[in-house]
């Protein structure tokens, strides 16, 4: 009797043991660090950067994804000559439990300057997918790393105009090689009450605008003019007046 409970109760560790090892693998990878690149790192077309780090996983990992794209709000359409905003995934194929990552991407020498968006993700052998790493950096066109540049004559800083008077927006907007777009928008402290959108192809801009500011609030606003070139470098500038 004492050999048949024995036998009975190793069937059971064996069961046990078959259970523990068929349960499934709901466990997510874990990116210890992402070295490079860091938030805020200024990056050149026609060069490569690097992503550096390390993850794990309980079993086996799999794949490391990488999500670039354009992080700039405003206009996103190709600019007049090509170049256009970045987008790319990029797949590493990972093995084992722990991997340290140094992938070399190259940034096409087309690609638009601008804010651009990062997000690192892994993945395991059993589908789990971690939490995910976001890096934002900054790109430059290496073909034209000058900025347009704002004149404004009107509104000048601490002007005034009355309720229902027209505000007059002037200036000149330049660039080295062309401009692509300008947007004026115009605030009541932090609420958006005017905003106008221009594409623009010429070097120069003369800047002439009448806005209407019949049904506005008496109080201080803030003018902000944003011009982009055709490679998608930024200027802006802020003008502060009033309305009686």
Request: charged residues 20%; hydrophobic residues 40%; proline residues 3%.
């Amino acid at each position: 009797m004492k050999k048949y409970i024995l036998g009975l109760s190793a069937l059971a560790v064996v069961g046990f043991s078959s259970c523990k090892k068929d349960d499934p693998d709901n466990q997510k990878p874990v990116i210890v660090s992402i070295n490079e690149p860091a938030d805020g790192d200024t990056l050149y077309t026609g060069t490569e950067f690097h992503i550096t780090g390390v993850v794990t996983d309980n079993e086996e990992l799999s794949q490391l994804k990488i999500d670039i794209h354009n992080a700039d709000d405003g206009h996103s359409h190709e600019r007049i000559n090509g170049a256009s905003h970045w987008e790319t995934i990029v797949v590493v194929d990972l093995t084992g439990r722990n991997q340290s990552i140094d992938k070399h991407i190259d940034i096409p020498a087309e690609a638009a300057a601008g804010k651009y968006h990062i997000i690192i993700t892994a993945v395991d052998a059993a589908g789990n997918q971690s939490d995910f790493v976001e890096r934002d950096v900054i790109v430059r066109n290496s073909g034209d790393l000058i900025a347009p540049q704002i004149t404004l004559s009107s509104p000048l800083a601490g002007s005034s105009v009355n309720v229902g008077d027209m505000l007059n927006v002037t200036g000149v907007l330049q660039d080295n090689l062309g401009l692509e777009s300008a947007e004026v928008k115009v605030y009541l402290g932090s609420t958006l009450v005017h905003d106008h959108d221009m594409e623009l192809a010429a070097p120069s801009h003369n800047l002439s605008l009448q806005i209407s500011t019949t049904g506005w609030s008496a109080g201080n606003y803030t003018l902000e003019v944003i011009v982009k070139d055709q490679v998608g470098n930024k200027a802006d500038t802020d003008v502060e007046f009033s309305v009686n």
